[in-house]
């Protein structure tokens, strides 16, 4: 079993950049993958990214990508995502998940253990 503990939301303003961690205690960080999904104010739960068990393959939801970079360190058991160019539309609480599947990364149905999520708000 892991837990996850997300930092780093806040209040930005649209252009800006934020980098969110997730935090994992539990044993053999390195035997998940990881990834980030996000849910806004009267919206479903949505992936955002992930990245494999080893780091080496990162997968985007299409509306992120170039904007938005997952890395890991295994090290440190943490997880990052870094968001830059921010949009009002990417306001929503942010969520790190793990799982033991190192495939079909982008179901959100695919993790088993989730985080208790950070707001992000970005102002237009």
């Known amino acids: 079993q892991v837990q996850l503990v997300e930092s780093g939301g806040g209040l930005v303003q649209a252009g800006g950049s934020l980098r969110l961690s997730c935090a994992a205690s539990?044993?053999?960080?390195?035997?998940?993958?990881m990834g980030w999904c996000r849910q806004a104010p009267g919206k479903e739960r949505e992936f955002v990214a992930a990245?494999?068990?080893?780091?080496?393959?990162?997968y985007y939801e299409d509306s992120v990508k170039g904007r938005f970079t997952i890395s890991r360190d295994n090290a440190k058991n943490t997880v990052y995502l870094q968001m830059n160019s921010l949009k009002p539309e990417d306001t929503a609480v942010y969520y790190c998940?793990?799982?033991?599947?190192?495939?079909?990364?982008?179901?959100?149905?695919?993790?088993?253990?989730w985080g208790q999520g950070t707001q992000v708000t970005v102002s237009s």
């Open positions: 990245i494999k068990r080893s780091g080496g393959t990162t």
């Open positions: 998940a793990a799982t033991k599947s190192n495939y079909g990364l982008g179901d959100e149905g695919r993790y088993e253990y």
């Open positions: 539990g044993r053999a960080f390195s035997n998940y993958a």
